[in-house]
């Protein structure tokens, strides 16, 4: 590769080593944003999980608090966006498609919304967390009459 090609991949890392953002800085950062959303102070929350989302973008964990950040601002559209890649990112755990689908019905899209239902109750993950997110997509699924 030459000096004037650089890949999404070599920018960011030149971009997490500018910022000295190891592990345990990491961490630290994780933590201040989950805080923030604990906090109800979701404004914060959206944008500390939005920049770790874009430093770290295989990391599911960041776009599904960018996701419940957004969605608790009443921004279900960017929720929608940031859960989308939450729940492609970890297909076996229930609660970003789940969070997609209460998302997509604020949207009016409750077809899309009964998708993502389907899809959460399909998932593989058997912690208990997991199969109470399950239950809840199956209840809301049959509120919703299908």
């Known amino acids: 590769m030459s000096k004037s090609e650089i890949t999404l991949e070599s920018g960011l890392e030149k971009a997490r080593e500018h910022l000295a953002l190891d ?3 990491l961490i630290s950062f994780d933590k201040a944003a989950r805080s923030l959303f604990a906090e109800r102070s979701y404004e914060e929350a959206s944008d500390a999980y939005f920049f770790l989302s874009q430093l770290f973008p295989l990391e ?3 776009w599904q608090g960018l996701g419940m950040s957004e969605r608790k601002r009443g921004r279900y559209e960017k929720a929608a ?3 989308s890649m939450a ?6 755990e ?3 498609p789940y969070l997609l ?3 997509l019905e604020e949207l009016g899209e409750r077809e899309e919304a009964i998708k993502a239902l389907d899809c959460a109750i399909a998932t593989s993950s058997q912690t ?4 109470r997110t399950r239950n809840r997509a199956r209840s809301l699924k ?4 299908e």
């Open 94 to 96: 229930p609660q970003p």
């Open 128 to 131: 208990e967390r997991a199969k």
């Open 81 to 83: 966006q940031a859960l």
């Open 60 to 62: 599911p964990a960041f």
């Open 142 to 145: 049959g509120r919703w009459g």
């Open 23 to 25: 592990d345990e800085r």
């Open 87 to 92: 729940a492609v990112m970890q297909p076996q």
């Open 101 to 103: 689908a209460l998302c």
